[in-house]
């Protein structure tokens, strides 16, 4: 009897443990349901927090209610921000839920398959999160809200979060505007002349090559580029105005030919000795005696196509202001044509989307969060209060305005002057003068092709990077052109294939006959 | 009184015999043998049947993972011919896999072996050195063996690996070669996965008869004749039981290109991959895996001895002969029958 007792709990207890540890079910049910408000009314309330003065929309629920914001921007940050959310609407519970990059579309498809999907989502890979319907149409929200109107004009100009539809599935929430970094410093020492700044792609390439001297008399070789981001990525948005991608994407189709002049170039330029040695290489141990050093620590290359973080993250920290003689300033990054490059133009940027997922109950509780958590002028207005105290620090120590601190992304006068006062603290006239103009001219930005173009990173993935093409062309074995036809149909087939699979009829079902004829047509010609 | 009495007793009797009912007692052992096991049978159902037709159906279908649910689309045998016909990269992974399997395998095996039998000498620190073999199964596992192979931990720093493969690369055609060198690169590594194999080969080995190697010293066996002749036969089922450890090991795990292949399809959230696609990968890889089991299990399977063989022919000699004796018994017995029946007429 005792033995049977013993068996049947330990039956039992597996029974419960499999079913508690089972599918929990979909607790944001069939999504959009709830009493959330259609549209966004505009009408707003003014309410003070620590004197700042946000406008509290009034057409949201007084339910209390969570959402969930799954993201892998800075933690603490987004933490500060969900915490004054919670204080403007004291109905609203805000879980942030943080995942490291490396892992995050494992995680949250693990996720979302077990039923258990976020409110909101933030993504880098747009193709995963539009071929499983991760996030939901927000353009009732999106159109409705007068703040959308004053983004930088690409975002609707271009429909950036659109994908080539007439609807919006998201919007830009972390954006660092493409930025070319001069060392004046090392441009003094060569004794060579600071570019315009309204410079040229030509003129660029001609800094690079006279800032290029092997036998320098310090004995230590100057070059003219230090590469983070290729220059080909740079080429293939600043080549004409027309083009709303990487690969020569003007909205429907690619073109590779225009990439293939600015690749050829770059491998040219790497090729000829004008491209400063990468870490972890001989050639850095050879240059500057460690095979661990950055370049950008040699106070000998002139241009670096870095990210935009790595000026606060790195050349704006004490230690290199007392370690190295540096005196980077920011370029806007140059136009092919001289029209072009006269006025304000498209300029390539890193931008990470979000949008509310097809589950979310509360769609317009959810957008609130999502502009507060983006581009949001109450977002931008805390997230400036909190960068300026630099008392609030990350896991490292490390002050918030120093992480991977992104820009806003929205025209507001008020927010922008705000931000140029916080970024630009402690530097004298002249580079305030140097950031302030760069920043007047950076809201163009095209995202690189992977967050904007369907089908983009499937054709990178099952496609280009395959074939190799970089390193093909970096190499010498191959030209740059002889592979732009046949890559240009290729990139055209995998676009046309994923509008078909995510907008088409068994997809979001968007795309109207006429678009699925066109679609169909292209993904026939180039197979 | 004694009339009610014996009543009762009969009752006793008949509840009694009731009880004793051996069609009821086996019934009841059975019930119990089967509550046993329940734990076992739902552990199974649950995590290997289900998961099994699961991802057998998940093969057949293209997958997509919505916030409102699973989407499926069957796509019948598409994954499979996809997975074979427009992906390079499995194909040839799966033959690099094949051959360093069965390269790799036999060195494991070997290796825990010389060391089981090492450590079953009678050594000062004999558990400190057990310790160290068995060490790496605990701490070098999942993320930090990737790590240590990551910064080179997973060489023999003393080998020039890179002069073997040159002159491997130089032998053989690439496809071959490549997955051999990659063995010399890994030597390390590979003997970190032996912990497992040399704790069973010791068990076995600390379980043989010790009068055996007497006797066979006593007849001038040397030690080689006492491995050859009594060791290597005792310890042949658990040859086959660490080759099909090891290669279960080295399939399933993390450091296996082939499962990290698996994961990125599993995870990759396009249409052409995703779980239909990662389930046909994962389908195909297994049953390479059993073929590689069942060509290991022929080679090693417990043959039976040439004695015990002809004990049994012996035996069976001996019983036809008793079965002809029977015979030949009853025949005489008949007939001496029939010789006293016809007397009597």
């Known amino acids: ?527 | 009184m004694s009339e009610k009495m014996s009543k009762e007793e009969k009752k006793q009797a008949r509840k009694n015999r009731k009880k004793m009912k051996a069609g009821r007692l086996a019934k009841r052992e059975a019930i119990t043998g089967l509550l046993f096991i329940t734990p076992w049978i739902i552990g199974a159902l649950m995590f290997l049947a289900y998961p099994l037709i699961t991802s057998f159906r998940y093969a057949l279908n293209n997958i997509r993972i919505t916030p409102l649910g699973m989407n499926f689309e069957y796509v019948g045998y598409e994954n499979f011919t996809q997975v074979l016909l427009s992906d390079a990269e499995f194909p040839m992974q799966l033959a690099d896999y094949v051959v360093s399997t069965i390269i790799s395998v036999p060195i494991i095996v070997v290796f825990a072996l010389i060391i089981a039998i090492m450590l079953n000498q009678n050594i000062k620190g004999k558990g400190f050195f057990r310790l160290i073999f068995f060490l790496p199964v605990i701490i070098v596992s999942g993320p930090i063996l990737g790590m240590l192979n990551e910064e080179g931990a997973g060489s023999i720093t003393a080998i020039d690996t890179q002069a073997i493969t040159t002159s491997i690369q130089g032998v053989l055609p690439s496809s071959l070669a490549d997955p051999i060198s990659s063995i010399f690169e890994n030597m390390v590594t590979i003997l970190w996965y032996s912990g497992v194999q040399i704790l069973i080969f010791l068990s076995s080995l600390q379980k043989m008869d010790r009068s055996m190697f007497e006797a066979a010293k006593i007849d001038g066996g040397s030690g080689w004749e006492c491995f050859w002749k009594i060791t290597l036969p005792n310890i042949k089922p658990m040859i086959l039981l660490n080759i099909v450890y090891t290669i279960v090991f080295i399939s399933n795990n993390e450091q296996n290109t082939i499962i990290e292949l698996i994961k990125t399809s599993m995870f990759a959230g396009t249409q052409e991959k995703g779980y239909g696609y990662a389930s046909a990968m994962a389908w195909m890889y297994s049953l390479i895996v059993v073929v590689i089991v069942i060509l290991f299990a022929v080679l090693f399977m417990a043959k039976k001895d040439v004695y015990e063989k002809q004990v049994k022919k012996a035996k069976k000699a001996h019983k036809k002969e008793l079965r002809q004796l029977k015979k030949i018994e009853r025949r005489s017995a008949r007939n001496a029958k029939k010789n006293a029946r016809a007397g009597r007429v």
């Open chain 1, 1 to 527: 009897m005792r033995k049977k007792l013993l068996v049947l709990t330990l039956a039992m207890s597996m029974v419960v443990g499999l079913v508690g540890c089972g599918n929990k079910g979909n607790g944001n049910g069939g999504g959009g349901g709830g009493d959330s408000a259609a549209a966004v009314s505009g009408e707003t309330e003014a309410k003070e927090i620590n004197g700042i003065t946000y406008n509290r929309a009034t057409d949201l629920t007084d339910k209390n209610i969570e959402l969930t914001y799954f993201h892998f921007d800075q933690n603490e940050t987004v933490e500060y921000l969900a915490d004054r959310f919670e204080e403007i609407y004291p109905n609203i519970t805000v879980n942030p839920v943080y995942e490291n990059v490396g892992t995050y579309n494992d995680t949250l498809t693990t996720l979302i398959s077990n039923g258990e999907s976020p409110d909101i989502i933030m993504f880098s890979d747009a193709d995963a999160a539009l071929s499983n319907f991760w996030v939901a149409d927000i353009s009732a929200y999106y159109d409705s809200d007068p703040e959308t109107k004053e983004l930088a004009s690409t975002i609707n100009e271009c429909g950036l979060g659109c994908y080539s539809t007439s609807k919006r599935y998201a919007v830009p929430i972390k954006f660092f505007p493409g930025v070319m970094y001069i060392d004046l410093n090392v441009l003094k020492k060569l004794n060579v002349e600071a570019p315009s700044r309204n410079w040229t792609w030509a003129d660029m390439i001609q800094l690079i090559k006279d800032c290029t001297v092997k036998d320098s008399s310090d004995g230590m070789p100057y070059y003219g580029c230090g590469f983070y981001n290729r220059l080909d990525s740079y080429y293939g948005i600043a080549a004409a105005q027309t083009i709303q991608g990487e690969f020569g994407f003007d909205g429907t189709d690619f073109d590779l030919g225009v990439w293939a002049v600015g690749e050829q170039e770059f491998a040219g330029l790497k090729q000829g000795g004008y491209i400063a040695p990468s870490s972890q290489t001989v050639e850095m141990e050879n240059w500057m005696g460690d095979w661990e050093q950055w370049c950008g620590n040699s106070g000998h290359v002139a241009l670096f196509t870095e990210a935009f973080w790595t000026f606060q993250n790195t050349w704006n920290t004490p230690t290199y202001h007392e370690q190295y003689d540096l005196d980077i300033v920011p370029y806007v990054v140059p136009a092919v044509s001289e029209e072009d490059a006269a006025k304000d133009h498209h300029t390539i940027a890193t931008i990470d989307f979000g949008g509310i997922t097809t589950a979310c109950q509360y769609p317009r509780e959810a957008y609130e969060l999502l502009k507060f958590m983006s581009f949001g002028k109450d977002g931008w207005k805390t997230r400036i209060e909190l960068y300026n105290d630099e008392t609030q620090v990350n896991a490292s120590g490390i002050a918030l305005k120093y992480d991977v601190m992104p820009a806003p992304i929205t025209t507001d006068s008020e927010i922008w002057d705000g931000y140029i006062e916080m970024y630009c603290k402690g530097m004298d006239e002249t580079h305030v003068g140097y950031w302030r103009e760069f920043f007047e001219s950076c809201l163009q930005p095209i995202p690189y092709g992977w967050v904007s173009i369907a089908g983009y990173w499937n054709y990178c993935d099952q496609y280009f990077n395959k074939l190799g093409i970089h390193d093909l062309v970096d190499s010498g074995k191959g030209k740059a052109a002889d592979y732009a036809d046949e890559a240009t149909e290729k990139a055209n087939y995998y676009h046309a294939k994923a509008m078909l699979d995510y907008f088409g009829k068994s997809g979001y079902d968007v795309l109207s006959d006429e678009e699925i004829e066109k679609y169909e047509t292209m993904e026939k010609e180039n197979s």
